[in-house]
DNA sequence: ATGCCTTCGCCTCGAAGA
């Protein structure tokens, strides 16, 4: 099984490439389960005759014009939760469900964290509240589902080496101590970041700016992460990101990344 | 280079993203 999450930037713009992407895949590593963030779709908007059309079930949470979360899968999703229980936000920036695997219940958590703008703003201030709040809110779920995977663009580069450029990022926005902290937070729950438990070649990234040929010259930033409680994280096989839907034409800035879990039986 | 690009809205520029 193949989980994964993608900031599509726009699914409007992005649906052709989700589904053929998905499609190609299907036919040699499947991705089963992904997470989208910045759909950018209200729900009277979103997609979901075309999805379930190409035999998807899916789930969302979305507004006009900004954020919008949704949990795209192969198989059921149930018990949805939308927003962080407790924590009153208008922006829709996490929603999350229970897929029904032929493994059993793994439960998906898809998160679109603030950008934070700039460090000392009110929307930084915003990012590190929304922070504290998800790791309560994750605590919780991990107290009630063995199998969580947190899947989604959290807007901060853990450490240096997750930038190309340290001297550009470091003490700046999406790479300041408190945003670190906030993120080391989640993972002292008992969350392993996926990407960490392989050895992996340097400079990988998942987001490239549009602008000064990012992408081409490989300036990125690895901001979108997928988080694995323990028993996950133990039949976790590999975690990458998947460069080809940032080489289509008009591509999203982000690029999906995916975690191949084994099954308890191989 | 405080720049560069892409998205949306009611709009032909501004705001936001990261």
Not at 227 to 253: G, N, T
């Amino acid at each position: 099984m193949r989980i994964a999450t993608w900031n599509v930037n726009s699914l409007k713009v992005r649906l052709p490439q989700l589904l053929d992407w998905l499609a190609v895949r299907a036919e040699s590593a499947p991705v089963d389960v992904i997470g989208l963030q910045e759909t950018k779709l209200t729900d009277e908007a979103f997609p979901g005759a075309e999805l379930a059309a190409a035999g998807w079930h899916w789930v969302h949470a979305g507004q006009k014009t900004y954020n919008g979360v949704a949990i795209v899968s192969r198989w059921p999703l149930s018990e949805v939760q939308v927003g962080i229980p407790g924590f009153d936000d208008e922006q829709k920036r996490v929603i999350a469900a229970t897929v029904a695997t032929p493994d059993g219940p793994l439960r998906y958590v898809c998160v679109y964290v603030v950008n934070g703008q700039a460090v000392g703003s009110d929307k930084y201030a915003y990012k590190l509240r929304f922070l504290a709040a998800l790791r309560d809110y994750l605590a919780a779920e991990l107290a009630q589902h063995p199998k969580l995977a947190v899947g989604g663009d959290y807007n901060i580069a853990p450490s240096p080496s997750d930038t190309h450029d340290p001297a550009v990022w470091e003490g700046n926005i999406l790479c300041s101590e408190p945003e670190r902290e906030g993120f080391r937070a989640l993972l002292a729950l008992g969350l392993r970041d996926a990407f960490t438990l392989f050895e992996q070649p340097p400079n990988s990234f998942t987001w490239w700016d549009y602008r000064a040929a990012g992408f081409r010259r490989n300036l990125g930033l690895r901001i979108d992460h997928l988080l694995l409680s323990a028993p996950l994280a133990a039949a976790c096989r590999s975690a990458s990101a998947d460069l080809a839907p940032r080489k289509f034409e008009r591509p999203s800035d982000h690029t999906p990344f995916i975690a191949e879990i084994a099954s308890p039986s191989s």
